[in-house]
Each structure stands twice: as C-alpha cells, then as structure tokens.
C-alpha cells in the first residue's frame, strides 16, 4: 500500500527528527564496510568442520577421488537398507553409477528417500555446508529425503561466514533463490526439550569429503 | 490476538498451583540455561560480539529509512515484492488479498511470532482457509488452540504426556508414549501438507538491505519444506529486522544461537531471495515480503528505542525468575517474559497491561545475557514510571507513597517513626524474633514470617559507636 510506505517513512523520519538522508549520507551508508570481530581459531579449517559437523550428528566419510563417489553413495544405500533409487544432482549424474541404481535430477517428490548433491562450499567456523538452490541444484533434494548425501571438495572448505559470502557474492547470476546453509541432520526439541533428529527435514546428512 | 494481560495476577495464582506446568518448565529452562552458559563460556570473542551487534541495531536504527529503502529496492530487483503494513490490520488485508488471488486453499506455516501478533491465524481461518503450524511446537498448540507460551519453544508448557494426548485425538490411535515416536507422526502428518500447500508463510529473523534477502535461522526444516513446496512464499517481518550486510548477518549468526538455545549454530539458515528462477525445477513461483510497522516506529527517537534492537532470542525469558514461576501464558498476549513486559504495554496500552512492568525483581538477568544489550530492568522501570505520571497506579499505592515522602523528607520525623516502629515489630515478634502475620503485609506474612527487626535502629546504632 503506497500510503502506508509514506505513512511509515514518515514516521521514522519524523521519530528520527530529520528528513530523507541526504546523497552524500547515503552514499556513505551504501559504501560501508563492516569490520565485526571474527572467531578466532587455529586449528586447521578441514578438521574443524569435520569436528564441528560430526558434533551435531553430520556423518563425514573420506574419498580418493570424485570417481569414488558412486561406491560410497552404494556402501551408505546398503547400511541402511535402502532402495536403489535417489534424486541426484545434475553435476553428479555423469558418475559411475551401478547399472541398477535409478535416479533423476530433480526436484524430489514426497516419497524420495535418498538425494546426492553438490555443494557450493564448506564453512569450517561452525562445520557447515552452504548449498545453493539452481537447476543443479533444487531446494528440495535439501530437504524432502530422510537421507541427503553431499559430496564436498576439500578445496571447497572455507574459514568463516565472510569468505563464504564472498562466494556467493562472485556468482554471475547473483545470489541464488534459495542459500542454504546445513549444520547438520533436521532436529527439534520442541517437546520437553528433547532433541529428536529428523523432525522434517533429512534425518541424515552424511558428507563424502573428496580429496 | 486477545490480550488477557489484565488477568495476570488470576493466571499468574493458578499456574504456580499447575504441577504439570512446574514439571514442564522446570525441566526446558535448565537446559537453556545450562547450554547456554557453556557455549559462551568456550568463546572469548562472546561480550565483543554483543557489544558489536547492540551497536549495529543502534546504527540500523538512526538510519531505518535508509535501509528500508535499500531493501526494497533489492527484493523488487530479485523479482519479489513487498507490502508495506502500518498496523496489524493491513498486514491481515495484505495477506488475505494475495491468498485470494492465488485461490489458495491450504496455507502452511513456519514459526513467525509476526502473524501472531497481527492475529493471522484467526484471520486466514475466518476468510476460509486450512492453516497448519508446521513448527512441532507451534502445530502442538495449534491442536491444543493455544497460544504460544515461549517465542522460540511455543509449547515449553505442555509435558510428552500432553503432546500424546493431543496427538490421539487429532490423528486417532494407537496412543504413542515416546518422543521419537511424536515426532515422527508429526512428521509423517505434516509431510502432506507441505506438498498440499497454495501458500507458506515464514517470519524473517533478518531482512538484508544489500541483496533484498530474508533469512530464518531455524533447526526443524519445516520453514524451508513451507516456503519451498507452496507455489507462493510470504515473509512476515517487522520493519526492525534490516540488517545492512551479510556481514552484518555473520555478526547475529555468532551470538543468536547461542544466546537462544544454547546450541553453537541452528542446523539451517537458510537465506531466500526472490521467487524461483525461469530455470529452476523448484522453489515459489511468489515472493512477497510484508514489512510490519504495527507501533515499531512510534518507539524509535523515544526512552524505548533500545527495545527494537531485540532480535527475538528468547535469553530473558530463559533467565527470568518470574517467567520461570509462571510461565509464558499469564503475560496474556503474544510475547513474555521480560521482553514481553517491555513489548506489550508499548503495543496494547498501559492500562490492560497495568500488571506487567510489575512482575519483575529488577534482579537484571535478562539485561545480563541480552545478546544485544537491551537494558530491560531499566525500560521496566521506566514503565511503572509512566503508570505514575497517568495516574493508572493504585490510589493506595500513591497515598503510601506521598505519606513515605512526607515522612522522608523530615529527618527527625522519619528517624522518630523507624525508632518506634522497631520498638513495636521488636515487641510483636516475641522471643522468637518472627512475626506470623501483619496488617499491610499479608501478602508477604500469608506464606512466611516476616523477620522482626532486633533492638535499636541502625541510625541509633551508629551514633552509639
């Protein structure tokens, strides 16, 4: 309602006892650069997202290489006795996958137990993941399996929520609809404070760390 | 919502006599508390970093405008939109007008303690619509037509055995006893409807001018299963909640979880901007952001600015004695607790709210752990203050305290009065040094003894030296 935007505006300013900012404020709003206090930490980033991730139920196995992923996503299906289906990203889809095991890109439907996915990086400061949404990479292959499976670069690993927006930041195409950022699987504590994993999201989140 | 604030005292009496309420909360706030303290304990950086996000929303704040605009700006260039709402009412309008466009017929919602305030709920329902809560706790009180007790954990009151009950009888049997078993048929029920929803709505923890982005900091998923399966996503946000940059986001992200359930970070922030690309195969097909002012602004430049700097951690309620006695329900309105006696007046008026201010020690607690130092026993105090000027205090209380000045301000007078009234307390407690009951303090001698003062007053005492 373009009235209540002047009536809102107005109100601020009058509150504020002042009028619009003038140009020059405002560029020098536009141009400011936030220095806050970052956490510091010395231990290498690679094993404290690996520390931080595992400490809230994330599970991390190691690969050689990117053609080791397939077997991996295989070994994980069979622990848990899940059927050879999944979502997989686009990105992934070119691996070897076994001549069995049936999968689509996306987007994943109410049924859908297991996705694969890539990710746009690793944030060590908490042991986080950063997706972003895309057709590589649909929203809902994040959040609708009980099992969500992402492959992750060691190189992809950055230190702090800063660096991590500086990649979304270098994007071409700008910040994607949807970033999401993964601590780990879906939890609720919401009755008598007892933290239950997979409360609508995945119940599982297990990274495949490729060298 | 309808406020019941004016009924504190009658809830306040009848929630301490609740066993299962005390097991209740007795059992959640230590958690908080604990894990709170530990975690802040682990990270030096802790009393820095509030002392950086209390003067980023300081800075918000001076130039709220500004950011507003740039917001906007950014959220239309990503293909979303925003609505603007004064007051509750045009918020409701806004929302219904876009539900009926889109001929929505099952609505899902994330956790907004906004719509709460607007009373969404009991307007989305009255124009026809399905609403579902898919927050466990929300969708909890959402069957047990409740409001929420707590702003982050809705059903903090209710014991598993309450959640069972209520499962039963809203999804048939068989009755399920443990909470992993609760969470899975909330799961398995809400499920359906993500997938059924026309429209989602969510709250926005943080609305960033820079890239038009709202972000929700949550652990279930179930805000993201809301915004992403509906063809049409509606943030729901104060005007408050504009940060500048995602650097700025990187500051609250630090301190938020931590200060609010005692966890390092939430399992999923999740930053959403705009509707869904021409090439992606998911994601609303709308993004509409409505702005609400509802009062916000008439607290800035005012003795109650500091209170929108809240970021809505819940930290003061986790730590209130009172709160923690009562519990979240006899606030009577949508938010509790220390923040909640700060809000409530400001929203609804002084006079519904006349108990609120007063329920509270001044121990400051809350201002102890507010993530952004917000000076809450300081804007209590204030309050009781304006319920003098307008004349809204007890007669009684205002008589006492016009006497006790009187008195006072006379030295002889007053040193005269304490001398006797330690003579005649000193005598009325005996030899046990205790006195059972007294006039003018029931409410203290009707469940202890008061201490009877000892011999000579202190001013006595002292000059005997």
């Not at chain 1, 809902?140 to 670069?153: A, G, K, R, W």
């Not at chain 2, 709202?214 to 299963?225: A, F, R």
């Not at chain 2, 917000?374 to 007669?395: C, D, F, S, T």
Request: charged share 25%; glycine share 8%; hydrophobic share 40%.
């Amino acid at each position: 309602m373009p009235e209540s935007r002047k009536a809102i505006l107005g109100q601020i300013r009058s509150a504020l006892r002042r009028g619009p900012l003038a140009d020059a404020c405002a560029a020098a709003l536009d141009a400011r650069l936030p220095t806050h206090t970052r956490i510091a930490f010395t231990d290498d980033p690679l094993a404290r997202f690996i520390a931080r991730f595992e400490s809230r139920s994330g599970t991390v196995v190691r690969v050689a290489s990117l053609l080791e992923v397939p077997a991996a996503v295989e070994t994980y299906r069979q622990q848990h006795g899940l059927p050879a289906r999944a979502a997989i990203a686009r990105p992934l889809a070119d691996l070897p996958w076994p001549a069995d095991f049936a999968h689509h890109p996306g987007p994943a439907g109410k049924d859908e137990v297991l996705s694969v996915t890539a990710c746009l990086a690793a944030i060590a400061e908490m042991g986080s993941l950063m997706l972003a949404s895309g057709p590589d990479s649909p929203t809902t292959l994040n959040f609708v399996p009980d099992h969500h499976l992402i492959v992750l670069h060691e190189a992809q690993i950055v230190r702090d929520f800063e660096q991590a927006w500086a990649l979304l930041r270098a994007r071409p195409e700008g910040l994607p609809r949807a970033t999401n950022i993964v601590s780990g699987p879906s939890r609720t504590g919401d009755i008598e404070l007892t933290i239950q994993l997979g409360a609508h999201g995945p119940r599982s989140v297990h990274v495949i760390l490729v060298r | 919502m309808k406020i019941s604030s004016p009924q504190f005292k009658e809830k306040s009496v009848i929630a301490l006599a609740d066993p299962r309420l005390r097991q209740a909360l007795g059992q959640s706030r230590k958690g908080f508390v604990n894990k709170r303290a530990e975690l802040v304990g682990e990270l030096p950086e802790f009393e820095r970093l509030r002392d950086e996000a209390r003067d980023l929303k300081n800075h918000v704040l001076d130039n709220l405008d500004h950011y507003l605009e740039r917001y906007e700006a950014a959220v239309t260039a990503a293909g979303g939109h925003v609505h603007w709402a004064r007051d509750a009412e045009e918020a409701r309008c806004i929302i219904l007008n876009i539900c009926q466009r889109v001929n929505a017929k099952t609505i899902t919602k994330g956790k907004t303690m906004v719509s709460e305030e607007i009373g969404l709920n009991e307007a989305l329902e009255a124009g026809g619509y399905t609403v579902v809560e898919t927050d466990l706790g929300e969708y909890i009180i959402q069957l047990a037509h409740e409001p929420p007790s707590h702003i982050i954990a809705p059903a903090i009151h209710k014991t598993k055995e309450q959640v069972s009950e209520l499962f039963e009888a809203a999804h048939g049997g068989p009755r399920k006893s443990s909470v992993a078993d609760l969470v899975t048929e909330a799961r398995l029920v809400l499920r359906d409807k993500y997938f059924q929803a026309d429209v989602g709505i969510t709250g926005g923890n943080f609305l960033v001018a820079e890239t038009g982005s709202s972000i929700i900091v949550t652990n279930e998923g179930n805000g993201d299963l809301t915004q992403t399966l509906a063809k049409v996503h509606i943030v729901t946000s104060g005007i408050e909640r504009i940060v500048p940059t995602l650097e700025d986001v990187a500051l609250f992200l630090r301190i938020l979880a931590r200060s609010a359930t005692g966890q390092e970070t939430e399992t999923y922030t999740t930053l959403s901007t705009g509707p869904r690309r021409p090439d992606d195969v998911d994601g609303p097909e709308e993004y509409h952001v409505v702005l609400v002012d509802n009062g916000r602004s008439k607290m800035l430049g005012g003795k109650f600015q500091d209170m929108l700097r809240c970021i809505r951690c819940g930290a003061c309620m986790n730590h209130c004695p009172v709160y923690g006695a009562i519990g979240g329900h006899a606030y009577g309105w949508v938010y509790p607790g220390p923040m909640g006696a700060v809000l409530t007046p400001l929203f609804v008026g002084l006079d519904a709210t006349y108990d609120l201010p007063n329920a509270c020690t001044l121990n400051g607690r809350c201002e102890s752990v507010c993530p952004v130092r917000i000076p809450l026993p300081q804007l209590l105090r204030e309050l009781r203050h304006m319920q003098h000027q307008q004349g809204i205090r007890p007669q009684g209380e205002q008589r006492a305290l016009g006497a006790w000045r009187f008195v006072a301000e006379r030295p002889s007078l007053y040193q005269f009065a304490n001398r006797l009234a330690a003579r005649v307390l000193g005598r009325l407690g005996g030899s046990k040094g205790r006195i059972a009951s007294l006039p003018f303090a029931r409410a203290w001698t009707d469940s202890r003894d008061m201490p009877a003062p000892e011999g000579k007053t202190f001013l006595e005492q002292w000059q005997a030296r």
